[in-house]
């Protein structure tokens, strides 16, 4: 997904003809920097691409972070039996 600039080219020939530039000259001008402007924005991530690779990062995390949680449920619940145990021997 692109984003596009509005980008006047009539408003800037008419600006370099009135600066003493030559029509043909400001036409060249203005076309060149259309087009990189152009480029320069296909190159730019848009939100969406970037909350999507976030996202693709992001998840292999959670499912680790979810994982330690349950393995440290696990262990607390260990810690207290043994605790439990040691004050009700029997």
Known sequence: MTTAIAFDT????????????E???AEAF???????Q?????DL???ADLD?????ELSPIRIDL????????????GVIALILKSFFPH
């Open 23 to 25: 029509e043909r000259q």
């Open 45 to 47: 991530a848009t939100k």
């Open 10 to 21: 009539h408003k800037f020939i008419r600006r370099l003809r009135d600066a003493g530039v």
């Open 30 to 36: 203005s076309e060149a920097l259309r087009e990189a």
């Open 52 to 56: 999507a690779k976030f996202e693709k």
């Open 66 to 77: 979810a994982v330690i949680k349950w393995m440290l449920g696990v262990l607390m619940a």
């Open 38 to 42: 152009e480029t320069r924005l296909q």
